[in-house]
C-alpha cells in the first residue's frame, strides 16, 4: 500500500471523491462545489492517497486559539484496519496544540479512544433552513 498523507487539495477530482463517497457509503448529499468549498474553508485538512485516488479524508473546523471541531474523518473500507485513520488524525490535530478538540461519531468511538479523546457531553445539533440549499459556493449564505 503506497499511502500518502497531504494537507494539499491540488489534484483532488471532486466528482470521483463524492461517487467514492457514495459507493463507501459515506455521502451526505453534498455535490462535488459543495465538498470542495468544505474543505477549502477548512481549518485544517489531511487527505489520504493511494496515487491519485483520494481513500481517506479528515478536516478541522477551528478558531484558532482554544476550540476546534473534527469532521469528515472518512477512510475507504478497502483500507481500514491499516492505520490511515489514525495517520491522518495525527497530522490533522498535530497544529492544534492547546485546543479544544471535539468530534462527534455515531460509530467509531473506540478508534477515538484509542487517540487519546474521551467521551464527553451530549452531542446536539440541529439544521437552519433546509439543508444543504442555502449555501454559495463562492463564500458564506
Excluded at 15 to 28: E, G, K, S, V, Y
Excluded at 46 to 52: K, S, V
Excluded at 85 to 108: I, K, N
Aim: include cysteine.
Amino acid at each position: 500500500m503506497g499511502v500518502t498523507y497531504t494537507d494539499s487539495l491540488d489534484g483532488v477530482d471532486w466528482d470521483a471523491l463524492r461517487a467514492t463517497l457514495i459507493a463507501d457509503d459515506f455521502h451526505n448529499g453534498r455535490t462535488p462545489e459543495q465538498l470542495r468549498a468544505s474543505f477549502a474553508r477548512s481549518a485544517g485538512v489531511c487527505l489520504a492517497r493511494d496515487g491519485d485516488r483520494v481513500i481517506g479524508t479528515a478536516r478541522v473546523l477551528s478558531d484558532g486559539v482554544c476550540n476546534a471541531y473534527v469532521v469528515d474523518v472518512w477512510t475507504h473500507s478497502d483500507y481500514r484496519g491499516h492505520g490511515v485513520g489514525s495517520a491522518m488524525m495525527r497530522q490533522l490535530l498535530e497544529p492544534l496544540q492547546g485546543q479544544h478538540v471535539y468530534l462527534f461519531t455515531d460509530d467509531a468511538e473506540e478508534f477515538y479512544l484509542k487517540l487519546g479523546f474521551t467521551p464527553r457531553g451530549v452531542g446536539l445539533e440541529t439544521v437552519v433552513g433546509k439543508w444543504l440549499v442555502n449555501v454559495s459556493p463562492g463564500g458564506a449564505a
